[in-house]
């Protein structure tokens, strides 16, 4: 069982933003920028491109939802996406809150986020969430 398994679980807390019967999003804990989000299927598959076509497709417009209400509840220029996925064998897509595209640097992580204020941040992007 993945960690984002575990997440979508319950088991680990997490500052939860928008799920459905398959698809979980939820802000990242080292985020590169106020508001990253992850978005991922409840379905553990690790390479976002072995997920069927159909699932695939219904992330995207899922993730899209996410990334509209992010844009609504933070100032930003546009929400940059992105796949990595080599840390966590599990499928996932970042949510990035963009200014400049300097703002995707994942070698640049906010030091211990504030836990007050990522609350509120997940509160906001699940209320602008439609």
């Not at 999003?25 to 991922?40: E, K, Q, R, S, Y």
């Not at 409840?42 to 990334?67: G, H, N, P, S, W």
Request: aromatic share 8%; net charge negative.
């Amino acid at each position: 069982m993945t960690i984002f398994s575990r997440i979508i679980a319950g088991e680990i807390p997490c500052y939860k933003v928008a799920e459905n019967d398959k698809f979980f999003a939820f802000l990242d804990i080292n985020p590169v920028n106020w508001g990253h989000t992850l978005v991922v299927p409840k379905k553990e598959e690790d390479y976002i491109f072995d997920i069927a076509d159909e699932d695939l497709a219904e992330m995207m417009v899922f993730a899209k939802k996410v990334a509209k209400g992010i844009k609504k509840a933070l100032p930003c220029r546009k929400v940059g996406v992105t796949v990595l996925g080599l840390e966590v064998p599990h499928a996932h897509i970042h949510l990035v809150p963009l200014q400049k595209e300097g703002d995707m640097d994942f070698k640049s992580k906010i030091d211990n986020p504030d836990a007050e204020k990522m609350k509120e941040i997940a509160e906001a992007i699940a209320s602008n969430i439609e």
